[in-house]
C-alpha cells in the first residue's frame, strides 16, 4: 500500500473517530468548520481541520517515515487539551499537560548513581 492511500485512511479513521466521540459526549451536533489536506508525489503530506465545537487537529510529514503535528478539544469538563507529538523512527512521542509525567528520581538515588559511576572499577 502507498504511503499517501495509508495517510488518507488513517485521516478518515481520525476524524470519524473524533466526529463519534464529540457526538457521544454531547447532545450537539459537530460540523467541519475548516479543513485542508495535502499530499505531495514525494509523500511528503500535511493536513489540519477545525470543528465546530472547537476540536483542532494538524500534521505533517513524510508518509511512513515521520509525522509532527498536534491537536486539541474541549474535555467534559471544560478545559481545553492539548497535544503535540512526533512520530519516527523513535516511535510516538506526545507532549501535553494532562500526559502524566514519572515523579523526580530522589535525591539519595541520584546520589549513588554518581557513586557507583565515579567509583566503577575497571572491567578484569
Not at 500526559?99 to 554518581?114: G, K, T
Amino acid at each position: 500500500m502507498k504511503p499517501q492511500i495509508f495517510t488518507i485512511q488513517i485521516q478518515a479513521v481520525l476524524l470519524g473517530a473524533l466526529l463519534l466521540l464529540a457526538h457521544s459526549v454531547g447532545s450537539q451536533e459537530v460540523e467541519i468548520v475548516e479543513q485542508e489536506n495535502n499530499i505531495e508525489p514525494d509523500g511528503t503530506y500535511s493536513y489540519r481541520y477545525r470543528l465546530t465545537d472547537g476540536t483542532e487537529a494538524q500534521e505533517q510529514g513524510q508518509g511512513g517515515v515521520s509525522a509532527n503535528g498536534g491537536y486539541s478539544y474541549t474535555s467534559p469538563e471544560g478545559e481545553v487539551i492539548r497535544i503535540t507529538y512526533t512520530a519516527d523512527e523513535n516511535g510516538f512521542n506526545p507532549q501535553g499537560d494532562v500526559i502524566p509525567q514519572p515523579p523526580p528520581i530522589p535525591e539519595a538515588i541520584l546520589r549513588a548513581l554518581e557513586y557507583i559511576r565515579t567509583h566503577a572499577r575497571p572491567e578484569q
